[in-house]
């Protein structure tokens, strides 16, 4: 069974930086692809896809919300993908959640940042930015 958590999260001020990490278990034995993303919901608002990734090509894919702040990479340890958050913002305050699809094709296609493509979910991280 796929586990996936998440790490990271705290209390920030406007224009500080936080790295979030998602460390995955139970993945299947076999070598297809899988897609990673993470998922931010805001205090009242839906889920909404921030950042994603495809495991094997290395294409990520971000929302225009957070283009340029956002980086979501491999960081080299085993199952575990990462998110760098650049010059926060009180908008960016959530709860961040990891994501995952195991069994993908290889195509040149993002990974997608819609909620029902992904089957494997987090607990959840929060971030709280203040100013």
């Known amino acids: 069974q796929v586990r996936l958590v998440e790490s990271g999260g705290g209390s920030v001020q406007v224009g500080g930086s936080l790295k979030l990490s998602c460390v995955a278990s139970?993945?299947?034995?076999?070598?297809?692809?899988?897609?990673v993303a993470w998922f931010r919901q805001a205090p009242g608002k839906e889920l909404a896809g921030v950042a994603s990734?495809?495991?094997?090509?290395?294409?990520?894919n971000y929302a225009d919300a957070v283009k340029c702040r956002f980086t979501i990479y491999l960081p080299g340890t085993r199952n575990t993908v990462d998110l760098q958050i650049h010059t926060l913002l009180p908008e960016d305050t959530g709860r961040y959640y990891c994501?995952?699809?195991?069994?993908?094709?290889?195509?040149?296609?993002?990974?997608?940042?819609?909620?029902?493509?992904?089957?494997?979910w987090g607990e959840g991280t929060p971030v709280t930015v203040s100013s």
């Open positions: 994501a995952a699809e195991c069994g993908v094709s290889r195509s040149d296609d993002p990974a997608p940042l819609t909620q029902d493509d992904y089957p494997h």
């Open positions: 990734l495809v495991t094997a090509t290395g294409r990520t």
């Open positions: 139970g993945y299947p034995s076999d070598t297809s692809g899988k897609h």
